[in-house]
């Protein structure tokens, strides 16, 4: 099993910045895909940014040239840099890992977006 602990939300004004942390442990050796969800109230979950063991990355286009996923692989944490911020960024955000056999979630950490 993966564990993962995040961190990093809180409230901000629109047009401001907020790093996400994703503290990953347990079988991290067989993680090949970790990723950013985020859930607004009423909606989906949705997909907003993955990295891969292979560095590609991918990012929905409503946060594209604003937001950024990075790891650092030595304090096995992926963060989410968030710049240029919405108030339709408002969610809960939650860290995703995937394994050939298993799809591990954090708890969630909400961010809002608001004057």
């Known amino acids: 099993q993966v564990q993962l602990v995040e961190s990093g939300g809180g409230l901000v004004q629109p047009g401001g910045s907020l790093r996400l942390s994703c503290a990953a442990s347990?079988?991290?050796?067989?993680?090949?895909?970790m990723a950013w969800y985020r859930q607004a109230p009423g909606k989906q979950r949705e997909l907003v940014a993955q990295?891969?063991?292979?560095?590609?990355?991918y990012y929905v286009d409503s946060v594209k040239g604003r937001f950024t996923i990075f790891r650092d692989n030595a304090k096995n944490t992926v963060y989410l840099q968030m710049n240029s911020l919405k108030p339709e960024d408002t969610a809960v955000y939650y860290c995703?890992?995937?394994?050939?056999?298993?799809?591990?979630w954090g708890q969630g950490t909400q961010v809002t977006v608001s004057s």
């Open positions: 990295i891969t063991s292979g560095e590609i990355t």
């Open positions: 347990g079988s991290i050796s067989r993680i090949y895909i």
């Open positions: 995703n890992a995937v394994t050939p056999t298993f799809t591990s």
